[in-house]
């Protein structure tokens, strides 16, 4: 009997004209979603191949250039070099911080000190706030609409027209009943939500990403179960159609508009950053300050380094701009550093209360496990500060005692090259999202399949 209903839900809503409407609209929006996030991972792939391959082609020329004599490195230490963000594991996936984040950095020796947070090309700041109509938006906004589109009316309708007494008297399990109506009703969507997360990693992921596009396609379907189970919840209780569709668009809004944007305002009320210009006046006072000083502060780094003063001669400027370099480097630390303690803060509430809103864990799942979170940008960000440490190792000493860079150098010289993570890492963050929505799923069905117990028959077809 239960097969047979299942088998008639599916002929029924293949007859409904609407529902393949909705489909085809669905399908649109997945396959727009995918082609604007192709778009824009194929700029930053240009752009860091780009990068890439102009860093690339200045060593050899440096290496060609040693070889015939030596350099000096106040020269090269001014050409600098770039550091690239590689792309995204996943990037059609989900755009997430790319857009804010920078993805390359350019560490040049004389301004180590500067902030790197600043934009290679400028953008519409609103359409930078709002984000862009990739995958993510898609599977985190519109997936649910059209999955409760299709699922809110699985027994309040038939209780509102007296035949879910009739349907009841048949011996038929209401909870078994509805859970097949409703897994009847959402197979399309679900499996177009699954198609279009295969298609995002299996055309526009890179080598190595297949546990990456397993944890994703999970994370989307528990959030399409979620969304499932809480249309039978309210299906259980409900007594008409329309109040089931009123409770479950409010609950959309609630969980999908108002409590991702409570939880963010109450992260940014609880743990501020600094705000940029704060920065920027610290450098500029720490800048002005130690220039004013610059011979002495010179004179003490002699003191301190000997070993590094250069014999029987008077330091030069670049060595005087080392020195004050330094110096504002020290003096505007610990601004950066609560800048970066508070975003850490901040992030780390997020993943704390990120279960306010299944929405929430959804979209941090997503841009985790695509490659364009949080995560890996802070990677980025120290990774880099750590071969700026090595840049000024490198070259400080050399600058100071004068000596001339030679091809023994070469192998030497700071390059630049971003570590991912261990999966250990993300799969842990991932983990936690994923058996988040599982277990908020499992509770809805569970209440659900309490209040649809036989005992209540007469209640639930009355």
Do not use: C
Request: no cysteine; glycine share 8%.
């Amino acid at each position: 009997m239960t097969s047979q209903l299942f088998k008639l839900e599916l002929r029924l809503l293949a007859r409904e004209r609407a529902a393949w409407v909705l489909l085809a609209l669905f399908a649109g929006a997945l396959g727009y979603g995918i082609l604007n996030g192709s778009r824009a991972a194929a700029r930053r792939h240009e752009a860091a191949t780009t990068l890439i391959q102009g860093s690339d082609d200045f060593l050899g020329q440096v290496k060609q250039a040693l070889g015939q004599q030596a350099i000096d490195p106040k020269a090269l230490a001014s050409r600098g070099t770039v550091a690239v963000l590689p792309p995204a594991p996943l990037p059609l996936l989900a755009t997430g911080q790319s857009d804010l984040s920078p993805g390359h950095e350019s560490v040049v020796l004389w301004r180590l000190s500067a902030s790197g947070d600043t934009r290679s090309e400028l953008q519409n700041p609103s359409h930078l706030l709002t984000g862009r109509f990739d995958l993510a938006f898609v599977l985190v906004w519109l997936f649910p609409l059209v999955l409760l589109a299709l699922v809110y009316d699985l027994m309040a309708g038939d209780r509102e027209s007296g035949t879910l007494r009739l349907a009841l008297s048949q011996g038929i399990r209401p909870w078994s009943w509805m859970a097949r109506r409703a897994f009847a009703r959402s197979l399309h969507v679900l499996g177009l939500a699954a198609l279009a997360t295969l298609a995002a990693g299996l055309f526009g992921g890179s080598d190595g990403t297949g546990l990456r596009l397993m944890v994703a396609l999970a994370v989307v379907l528990a959030y399409g179960l979620f969304w499932i189970a809480l249309a039978v919840a309210v299906n259980a209780v409900v007594r008409s159609a329309a109040s089931a569709a009123t409770s479950l668009g409010a609950a959309w809004v609630l969980l999908v508009l108002v409590a991702p944007t409570l939880l963010n305002a109450t992260v940014e009320t609880l743990h501020p950053t600094p705000s940029r210009p704060e920065l920027v006046a610290a450098g500029r006072k720490a800048s002005g300050e130690a220039e004013k000083r610059g011979e002495e502060l010179l004179n003490s780094f002699y003191r301190d380094h000997p070993e590094l003063a250069p014999p029987g001669q008077q330091a030069d400027f670049a060595a005087q701009h080392l020195t004050v370099q330094s110096e504002v480097s020290r003096a505007v630390e610990p601004v950066r550093q609560k800048f970066d303690e508070q975003l850490a803060q901040q992030q780390a509430a997020v993943n704390r209360w990120r279960f306010v809103s299944p929405a929430i864990a959804m979209h941090e799942a997503l841009t985790d496990l695509a490659g364009a979170g949080y995560w890996r940008h802070r990677a980025f960000r120290e990774q880099v500060n750590d071969f700026k440490k090595s840049v000024a190792d490198f070259y400080t000493p050399k600058i100071h005692l004068r000596q001339a860079l030679t091809l023994a150098d070469f192998e030497r010289l700071p390059k630049f090259a971003f570590r991912e993570e261990p999966p250990a890492a993300w799969l842990n963050r991932t983990g936690t999202g994923l058996a988040g929505m599982f277990a908020l799923a499992g509770a809805l069905g569970a209440w659900a399949a309490v209040r649809l117990r036989p005992a209540k028959l007469g209640a639930l077809a009355g």
